[in-house]
């Protein structure tokens, strides 16, 4: 079960409090079947607990509040399987603004509907990954 | 102190709480609505992860009253049976409804999701499928076309505020910015959802996403003074071990996929069809006398599934695939790779995994509670299900009981004068929860889990005198002990440690809500399953109660509504 950790470089950012974003690396114990999603709860239960990021979310792929910036390609997180002794970039979701760290303000008010919302991420996540190479990201 | 003011406060945008806000905000008087949620509406809480299974009346030769007789088979007679009435009328038209707000009906395969209506009495096809996202997404289309009702994302109701016995408001965290403020309301609708969060293992907790469901409506409403009925009644479901695959309710391999239940010894122990609560105890008696499995589980065998490899795959991705996107099922099978074929697969869980809480704030058809002002609807209420809920019924419940409760709110709003909750009330809120920023020493997550394995280990599946008062005195160290000390991660701003710290006094008072009616139940009825009173008594036939009185928490029983069946007592 056990392996290689997981390296995961974390961008931290809280405008409220600090002058420029920095990153934080932290080293994530890996085992069969471990989320990105899963990693990151692991880093603020044992690691940093100031870490902030969206996890009230569905957990099975598709309210896409979860979405993250990783090794620059907008991805779910909860859908993003992690490898031993994988390196991993993990940014904000590009193109919203920032609450804190990984939590973004994705402006969704009630006069957007779910699918709205799906569709405009999904856009922010093509055109993204359209900038950063093939779309590799985003599987539906 | 900022303060907005509205008519109607609905605390919780799930599924019920959609549903009331809706109906509320379209009722005539232009009441004001203002709806809370803990996150994005439709994009957390626990109905935008529902399977999708929903149970309403639509065949020819099917009455409501089939529906009704059924309902309380499955709830051990302990439901509320007004409650049980306007759920099985009222629900063919709610479904409709939002069928026509653009919710997806999905034909489920042959096997169907019917295996839990019990043999022996009527049983017609009722079993539709609307996965939770499209639900919610019907939801919230229709709710965002309705000017006068206005949703906060990200935030949360941490105390209702009174005036004597009358709800004027509820003090309210702002999670984005970390600043708290106060509504000013006439009515109150809470729709806060379960409480899976106090057990280890849940389905409300998906791959480890805890927030959820940790139970803050049942305390609040216990805090204002209003009464909670049946809270010893904890629906469990298989919590699955392996493999990592799969995650959510293994059930459902079983009954959508042909899955036979089989002990660590190769013997198939149990047939479908069974209710929940009886799945469960089989289960844990075959683990507590030594056939379990390799990883100390049972298996759901699909090797011996009638249904061919590929027929298994298309009942898969149906069932946990459909809606939830192309997405879930590239991840499952990259992770299982190695056995790619699931007619190899034995899956391997324990009974334990919390999924739905049957009892709750004591409501009656109008969804008002004991308190002047607040109204109740969806999982945070009790009464619907008994003591056992029957699949499928969750999904109608919510929108039968968002409605009458949306209706109820709007109607006192109208007929009502505001009281404004007084400045000190929201002062004193703010400064005990900003008092969890300061000083102590141990991280919110750590009390959590004890809760949670204390949980886990003495009011679970099956339950004694001994563990309960384990569970209760260990409980009474926890709050003693520990609570004052809790710490919450430093930072205002989206500091969801913070809001895990806010919620463990409550997970607290709501872990000993159970285990005293635990404890009370002095007998075995649908999900509380006592091993030393293991038999139904008829004396029995009776809610517990619990209610704060003079700031102690106090247990009595009251009366089950019966309209029209009498019960046949114990067995």
Redesign the interface.
């Known amino acids: 079960m056990s392996g290689e950790p997981v390296y995961l470089k974390v961008f931290r950012y809280?405008?409220?409090?600090d002058n420029a974003p920095r990153y934080e690396d932290y080293e994530v114990p890996w085992?069969?079947?471990l989320?990105l999603?899963?990693g990151l709860?692991y880093v603020?239960?044992n690691l940093d607990?100031?870490l902030?990021f969206?996890?009230?979310?569905?957990?099975?792929?598709?309210?896409?509040?979860c979405v993250m910036t990783v090794n620059g390609k907008g991805r779910?997180t909860?859908?993003k399987?992690i490898m031993p002794g994988e390196h991993i970039l993990v940014e904000p979701m590009r193109g919203f603004p920032i609450?804190?760290?990984l939590?973004v303000?994705?402006g969704?008010?009630?006069?957007?509907?779910?699918?709205t919302?799906r569709k405009m991420a999904g856009t922010v996540l093509r055109r993204w990954n359209d900038a950063a190479g093939p779309d590799q990201g985003?599987?539906? | 102190m900022k303060t907005i003011h509205t008519d109607v406060l609905v605390i919780g945008a799930g599924g019920a709480g959609a549903r009331a806000a809706i109906e509320a905000a379209k009722s005539d008087g232009n009441v004001e609505v203002l709806?809370l949620n803990?996150?994005?509406?439709?994009?957390?809480?626990l109905t935008?992860?529902a399977n999708g299974g929903m149970q309403w009346v639509s065949h020819p030769e099917d009455s409501p009253q089939y529906l009704f007789e059924d309902i309380i088979r499955v709830g051990a007679y302990l439901n509320e049976q007004n409650l049980v009435e306007r759920l099985t009328e009222e629900a063919p038209a709610r479904a409709a409804e939002l069928i026509e707000w653009g919710a997806k009906v999905i034909a489920l395969g042959a096997s169907g999701a019917t295996a839990e209506v019990s043999p022996s009495g009527p049983s017609f096809p009722r079993a539709y499928y609307i996965p939770g996202?499209s639900y919610?997404?019907a939801l919230?289309?229709r709710?965002?076309a309705l000017a006068n009702?206005?949703?906060l994302?990200d935030t949360i109701a941490t105390r209702l505020l009174m005036e004597g016995r009358r709800v004027v408001g509820a003090a309210v965290l702002d999670i984005?910015s970390g600043e708290s403020f106060v509504v000013s309301a006439k009515a109150a609708v809470l729709a806060s959802g379960g409480l899976g969060e106090i057990y280890p293992h849940s389905t409300n907790a998906?791959?480890?996403?805890?927030?959820?469901a940790a139970g803050m409506g049942y305390a609040l409403a216990y805090h204002a003074g209003a009464e909670l009925i049946d809270m010893e009644m904890v629906q469990f479901t298989g919590n699955q071990l392996w493999?990592?695959?799969l995650l959510?309710n293994p059930m459902l391999l079983s009954s959508m996929c042909g899955g036979k239940y089989v002990n660590g010894t190769g013997k198939e122990f149990l047939r479908l069809p069974q209710p929940r609560d009886a799945i469960q105890k089989l289960a844990y008696k075959e683990i507590k006398e030594g056939r379990g499995t390799e990883h100390g589980g049972v298996y759901i065998d699909l090797t011996r599934s009638p249904l061919s490899s590929v027929e298994i795959e298309e009942q898969l991705k149906e069932s946990l695939a459909a809606?939830?996107?192309?997405?879930?099922w590239?991840?499952i099978k990259?992770?299982s790779a190695g056995t790619p074929d699931p007619k190899t697969w034995r899956i391997e869980f324990t009974p334990g995994g919390a999924h739905f809480f049957m009892g709750g704030v004591r409501i009656n058809e109008q969804c008002e509670t004991s308190l002047e002002g607040l109204f109740a609807a969806g999982e945070v209420s009790g009464g619907v299900h008994g003591a056992n809920r029957m699949g499928g019924c969750a999904l109608t419940e919510i929108i039968v009981f968002g409605k009458r409760a949306g209706e109820h709110a709007a109607e006192f709003a109208k007929n009502s004068d505001r009281i404004e909750p007084t400045a000190s009330q929201g002062e004193a809120e703010e400064e005990r929860l900003s008092a969890f920023l300061g000083g102590g020493r141990l991280?919110p997550?750590t009390i959590a889990e004890k809760i949670a394995s204390l949980m886990s280990a003495h009011v679970g599946v099956a339950r004694t005198e001994g563990d309960l008062a384990i569970a209760l005195s260990g409980l009474k160290q926890l709050r003693s002990g520990e609570l004052p000390y809790v710490r919450a991660?430093?930072?205002?701003?989206?500091?969801?440690?913070w809001v895990e710290a806010i919620q463990i006094p409550h997970m607290l008072d709501v872990a000993e809500m159970i285990a005293r009616s635990a404890m009370l139940r002095s007998e075995s009825r649908g999900a509380h399953y006592r091993e030393d009173y293991p038999d139904t008594e008829g004396e029995w036939l009776r809610h517990t109660r619990i209610r704060k009185r003079d700031g102690a928490m106090t247990i009595d029983t009251v009366p089950v509504t019966v309209t029209t069946h009498q019960p046949g007592g114990g067995k």
């Open positions: 809280d405008p409220g409090a085992r069969q079947g989320l999603l899963q709860r603020r239960d607990e100031t902030a969206r996890d009230y979310c569905c957990g099975c792929s598709w309210c896409m509040s779910r909860c859908s399987l609450i804190r760290d939590a303000d994705f969704v008010s009630i006069t957007t509907s779910v699918g919302f985003l599987g539906s | 709806v803990q996150g994005p509406i439709g994009k957390s809480g935008s992860m996202v919610m997404t919230r289309n709710l965002s009702a206005t949703v994302e984005r998906p791959f480890g996403m805890h927030g959820h493999p990592p695959w959510g809606e939830v996107a192309k997405e879930r590239r991840l990259e992770m991280s997550r991660p430093q930072g205002r701003r989206f500091n969801l440690g």
